[in-house]
């Protein structure tokens, strides 16, 4: 009966679909990192892991192990050329978490711009004269230089394009292939990207 190995934290919902499939057993272990799973590979045929690293030496010991996949899209921490020595296929989610991400820096980017901690601890504790003090600032017309151009960058530069910035993206495996249509220009070198952006940031 195939063995499924799940290292890291799973839904709930997760866990009560391979409880009620037929046909396979199933491992949780919760802990994320690469040790807590080892003691389980000499017998999984499927091994699900989230952000902890998958090297050579974890996959040599899961000798009956047929496929892993990525509770996330990334994939940089797994050995890639040691799967693939064993024609051992890895899957990701897709696009699951980008809007996501691209919200979560916008919001970073406006809670710096309006001093939001400072803020809140001034209404919460005093003084609440800190307000006068114009501390905060607008993000409207300010440079956002994007280091990557895929999915979360394109949701990133829709939003912050809604507030008005300014916005270039840097992305050399992008602009290999041809710069998407758009009015997001691709900036070749790094620096002079972050050139770019610092000089609006400091105004």
Same mark, same amino acid.
């Given at each position: 009966?195939?063995?499924?190995?799940?290292?890291?934290?799973?839904?709930?919902?997760?866990?009560?679909?391979?409880?009620?499939?037929?046909?396979?057993?199933?491992?949780?272990?919760?802990?994320?990192?690469?040790?807590?799973?080892?003691? *389980?590979?000499?017998?999984?045929?499927?091994?699900?892991?989230?952000?902890?690293?998958?090297?050579?030496?974890?996959?040599?010991?899961?000798?009956?192990?047929?496929?892993?996949?990525?509770?996330?899209?990334? *994939?940089?921490?797994?050995?890639?050329?040691?799967?693939?020595?064993?024609?051992?296929?890895?899957?990701?989610?897709?696009?699951?978490?980008?809007?996501?991400?691209?919200?979560?820096?916008?919001?970073?980017?406006?809670?710096?711009?309006?001093?939001?901690?400072?803020?809140?601890?001034?209404?919460?504790?005093?003084?609440?004269?800190?307000?006068?003090?114009?501390?905060?600032?607008?993000?409207?017309?300010?440079?956002?230089?994007?280091?990557?151009?895929?999915?979360?960058?394109?949701?990133?530069?829709?939003?912050?394009?809604?507030?008005?910035?300014?916005?270039?993206?840097?992305?050399?495996?992008?602009?290999?292939?041809?710069?998407?249509?758009?009015?997001?220009?691709?900036?070749?070198?790094?620096?002079?990207?972050?050139?770019?952006?610092?000089?609006?940031?400091?105004?």
């Amino acid at each position: 009966m195939p063995q499924i190995v799940v290292a890291g934290k799973l839904h709930p919902a997760g866990l009560a679909l391979l409880g009620a499939a037929e046909g396979v057993t199933f491992d949780h272990i919760e802990e994320i990192s690469e040790a807590s799973h080892q003691p *389980y590979l000499a017998r999984a045929d499927a091994l699900v892991i989230r952000t902890q690293p998958l090297d050579a030496a974890s996959i040599s010991r899961a000798r009956e192990l047929q496929i892993v996949s990525r509770h996330g899209v990334g *994939y940089d921490a797994v050995d890639l050329m040691a799967l693939n020595a064993r024609r051992i296929p890895l899957c990701i989610v897709g696009d699951v978490n980008s809007v996501s991400v691209a919200e979560h820096a916008m919001m970073l980017f406006l809670a710096c711009a309006k001093r939001l901690i400072r803020a809140d601890a001034s209404t919460r504790q005093g003084p609440w004269g800190w307000r006068n003090r114009l501390k905060a600032s607008e993000i409207s017309g300010k440079r956002l230089m994007i280091l990557g151009y895929s999915r979360i960058g394109h949701h990133l530069a829709r939003m912050a394009s809604g507030f008005g910035m300014e916005i270039h993206a840097h992305d050399p495996y992008l602009a290999a292939q041809g710069w998407p249509k758009g009015t997001v220009a691709s900036v070749a070198a790094l620096a002079d990207g972050l050139a770019w952006a610092r000089w609006r940031w400091r105004r």
